[in-house]
């Protein structure tokens, strides 16, 4: 995150703690009101005011709303890429794909990251939007490449690039229909996506 | 559709037809702005230049921007519960399936309805978004059925709720990548989506 060293790399260890907790804090008061007012109708103001900010306040954080955006979208996309990295140590692609759809589930319902995640990139500045498009091709590469290795595995000819893009379309939804309150918890819908998903890259 | 019969049900046949012929030129004149601009910063008067219309000729035919978005979305709705009630006539429960999963991917790739499809329901006014919301509730049961019957039929324990939602989540999603300049029609993109949502339903 550049912007973001700008004023924390000159902050001694403790008070860098305790500006990452603050800047998370705001994370968490801002998320529902993306959720339920839209980005476009959601005011800085509105956001300090949930977060028990000055608004001059918030702005030593953030420097606007779209900044918020971002680095909520960055987080799950290094949260995302972390999963990746992590399926590394598993020897079966499958088990190694079935790592990362269930990890991309978690991110997604997650309080904070998810709540921005299906906001469209659109309404970034075109500098911070085009950053997260890189991070974003990076992690579909990615899966992409799992999803050829799986389906070579199994001798199952199929385009590995519709595929990835349908289990990305099926992980992405849940923002739209997920309840908290709902009969399954994340990791139960995770698991279930997971191996509904598996199930179309084996040859039967 | 309820305010359009206000306007339509007093004109004598030929007027009548052109009527709707105009409506659809609005209609092909309003998806791309929608589609480039985003639904909040799309303007009747510029939807009014691009369908080469009078503002005040406009609001004939359209009260206003949520009802053309209305209009896309409910006309989206009919062709995908038309396309259940064509799939009626098929025997085989996972063919019938196959053609109702087609004609979702045909109808979001569609220049007009599909470019609002992806749309947030949100920008409607509240009479008419909740009748797309029931519109779109009774058509996801449809789907749901005839998941859970492919299910049995395959005797796949299996969530049909949770798998209608992961299909519909890839077919919707289509929208955001497809490009009409890429390599795939969306009658490949359509049958090869299809197949490969429908290889989750089979037994391994």
Redesign the interface.
């Given at each position: 995150v550049v912007r973001k060293s700008n004023v924390r790399s000159r902050l001694p260890g403790a008070r860098a703690r305790r500006y990452d907790s603050r800047r998370d804090g705001i994370l968490r008061a801002a998320a529902p009101i993306f959720r339920e007012r839209?980005f476009?109708d959601a005011g800085m103001r509105e956001i300090a005011e949930a977060a028990e900010l000055s608004p001059a306040n918030l702005y030593h954080y953030f420097k606007g709303k779209d900044e918020i955006l971002y680095y909520c979208q960055d987080r799950a996309l290094d949260r995302m890429l972390a999963g990746i990295a992590v399926a590394r140590g598993t020897t079966d692609a499958r088990e190694r794909l079935r790592a990362v759809l269930t990890t991309h589930v978690l991110t997604m319902l997650d309080e904070v990251e998810g709540a921005t995640a299906h906001l469209?990139v659109?309404s970034l500045a075109p500098r911070l939007r085009a950053q997260i498009v890189a991070k974003r091709d990076r992690y579909e590469r990615a899966v992409r490449r799992l999803v050829g290795e799986v389906a070579r595995d199994a001798s199952l000819d199929?385009?590995a690039a519709?595929?990835t893009?349908?289990?990305?379309?099926?992980?992405?939804?849940?923002v739209?229909?997920y309840r908290p309150a709902g009969p399954?918890s994340p990791r139960q819908?995770a698991d279930?996506?997971a191996a509904?998903?598996?199930?179309?890259?084996?040859?039967?």
């Open positions: 839209g476009a469209q659109e199929a385009d519709l595929i893009r349908a289990m990305l379309g099926a992980l992405n939804w849940t739209t229909w399954k819908i279930a996506l509904y998903l598996l199930r179309g890259l084996a040859h039967c």
